[in-house]
């Protein structure tokens, strides 16, 4: 194996906290970023992932021990690094070509040659035709086009990104991450390698070579997930899945050696995503209430005739039910389960604890739960619509969205804010 481009040895970052108590953010960091690999950091929010970038940058000294680059001891600013900012970071009174050659007079290269670096890079992602504009003259996508210019403009060795596509749409994001791996697989040019902090697991997933988790206060690596799917990936392919699930798996366990992870044993089954059937909350109720009355048990067709309920309709709504795990529905029956009978015993507030425990044994309420708690809590709807689309293809994403909304309201599992189209926690 080569020598890693930049190495963190024994790292830890403390900055001063009140009353003279200093705030540890990092602890004992161990850490190579190697030639040629796509590196990713997931972690909690406020977990320090942004601060391991700007040390590996040079940015920010560490507290203690020492990063190397190159097997040399980095001393100020890193010079094989350059770093793509979560809020782009553009000089506002600037047009797109003169953000860009900014960094480059910084380094004191002649006029000619700054011209023709910036003219390379504003060409190689795509801003032709948009040297003269201003940022507030672009959309978040193209301001972030800008920032990704900007830094390969200097020919950095290794490209840090924090958080780069968080701030731009789902669709603007994707296309981003597929120029992003253009540009890196290019053997003749740099970046030679990508140090990526995410919030989406699918993301990692997506682009890395190596996942590295971070977690605990100060934050420690909690493991190393290699992935080893050839690119192009497949995010619907099983073995795709299979690693999300791998990794979600070590996020949300209890406990975990500080060691590198192999991938899922092969052969194991990724965890299934159940499509939602598109019936409201009050439907489902009514029926659990009509069952209650008939002494807990019923023919289904029975439910039919005596609601006046489209039989289809019916069909659907047990079927809900028994997703929920109310209801069984043996044959032709329909009938309580245990569960369903403590649900319909118990008062509206503990009705809706059971309502909520129960959506959490779906995939996918916890695949949403896992997205906003790494989006701190926030998560737009367009984003959660490309992820659905991603994981049920031959749902409606728009149909599922409301369902899992009405669902997820009535547990308050999760709010829905319609005038910004934002998931939140409260």
């Known amino acids: 194996m080569s020598a890693p481009i930049c190495e963190l040895r024994s790292v830890q970052k403390h900055f001063p906290g009140s009353r003279g108590k200093d705030n540890r953010v990092l602890e004992d960091i161990n850490l190579k970023v190697l030639q040629d690999e796509i590196l990713c950091i997931l972690g909690p929010s406020g977990g320090g992932k942004s ?70 890079a504003i060409s190689k992602v795509g801003l032709e035709g948009f040297e003269e504009a201003y940022p507030r003259e672009l959309s978040r996508g193209f301001k972030q086009r800008v920032g990704v210019a900007r830094a390969l403009a200097v020919d950095p060795e290794v490209l840090v990104m924090d958080e780069p596509f968080s701030q731009v749409d789902a669709l603007t994001a994707e296309a ?15 970046p030679n390698s990508i140090v990526l902090v995410s919030h989406s697991i699918r993301e990692a997933v997506l682009m890395a070579d190596r996942i590295v988790i971070l977690s605990g206060n100060p934050s ?22 299979q690693l ?20 899922p044993v092969p052969g194991r089954v ?13 439907d489902i109720m009514g029926l659990l209430e009509f069952l209650e009355a008939q002494g807990g048990s019923c023919d289904i067709f029975q439910v039919a005739t005596q609601t006046h309920v489209p039989f289809e309709s019916v069909l659907t709504t047990a079927k809900a039910a028994e997703m929920l795990d109310f209801v069984d529905t043996p044959k032709r029956g329909l009938t309580f389960t245990p569960i369903g009978l403590r649900f319909m015993a118990a008062d509206m507030d503990k009705r809706k604890d059971i309502w909520r425990a129960q959506l959490l044994q779906l995939r996918l309420f916890r695949v949403v739960r896992e997205m906003m708690q790494l989006r701190e809590g926030e998560l737009p709807k367009e984003e959660l619509l490309h992820e659905i689309a991603q994981r049920l293809p031959m749902e409606d994403a728009e149909e599922t969205f409301g369902t899992l909304v009405a669902w997820g309201r009535f547990g308050e599992l999760f709010a829905y804010r319609e005038e910004t189209e934002v998931l939140t926690f409260e």
């Open 244 to 263: 999300v699930d791998r990794v979600h798996d070590i996020i949300t366990s209890a406990e975990l050696p500080d060691v590198e992870v192999t991938a």
């Open 270 to 282: 990724p965890e299934v995503i159940e499509p939602l059937p598109h019936v409201a909350g009050p």
């Open 51 to 120: 601060t391991l970038l700007r040390l590996l940058a040079g940015l920010e000294p560490p507290s203690a021990g020492e990063i190397r680059y190159h097997r040399n001891k980095l001393v100020g600013l890193n010079p094989g690094v350059a770093m793509v900012f979560q809020d782009f970071a553009l000089y506002p009174w600037m047009t797109v070509e003169e953000n860009v050659r900014v960094v480059l007079r910084a380094r004191d290269l002649p006029e000619d040659e700054v011209k023709e670096k910036a003219h390379q």
């Open 220 to 241: 420690h690596v909690r493991a190393i997930v290699p992935i080893p799917l050839p690119r192009p990936r497949d995010s619907r392919a099983p073995e795709f899945l």
């Open 176 to 190: 981003l991450r597929a120029e992003l791996l253009d540009i890196w697989q290019d053997a003749e040019r740099n």
